[in-house]
Nanobody, 128 residues
Framework: QVQPVESGGGSVQAGGSLRLSCAVS????????MGWFRQAPGKERETVAT???????RYADSVKGRFTISEDIAKNTLFLQMNSLKPEETAMYYC??????????????????????WGQGTQVTVSS
């Protein structure tokens, strides 16, 4: 069973930094597209950053230049370095692994009920 487990969330002041980690067990890590998502209360889940099996990376426009997605393949771990955080980025952050041919790394819909493995999330709170 593929299981992503997020960690590293917490509370920071605006302008601060956090580094999220996502440890993935249950499969050969680099066989899947990986991504970070976030969902604020009352809002839809949005894509933050994705890392495809060929190494290609995409970021949401709102985080470009401030967030960095990376990985440690040997440890089956995905990271999200978040700098210059803003209060409006307070949300639950989720890691996901996508097994589909048309994955969310390749414009596939991340709302699909099949083929995507989600972690439980880690809370990020940014105070002004």
């Amino acid at each position: 069973q593929v299981q992503p487990v997020e960690s590293g969330g917490g509370s920071v002041q605006a302008g601060g930094s956090l580094r999220l980690s996502c440890a993935v067990s249950g499969y050969s890590y680099r066989r899947y597209c990986m991504g970070w998502f976030r969902q604020a209360p009352g809002k839809e889940r949005e894509t933050v950053a994705t890392l495809d099996t060929d190494g290609s990376i995409r970021y949401a426009d709102s985080v470009k230049g401030r967030f960095t997605i990376s990985e440690d393949i040997a440890k089956n771990t995905l990271f999200l370095q978040m700098n210059s955080l803003k209060p409006e980025e307070t949300a639950m952050y989720y890691c996901a692994a996508d097994a589909r041919q048309t994955s969310f790394c390749r414009r596939g819909d991340p709302r699909s009920p099949l083929g995507i493995y989600w972690g439980q999330g880690t809370q990020v709170t940014v105070s002004s």
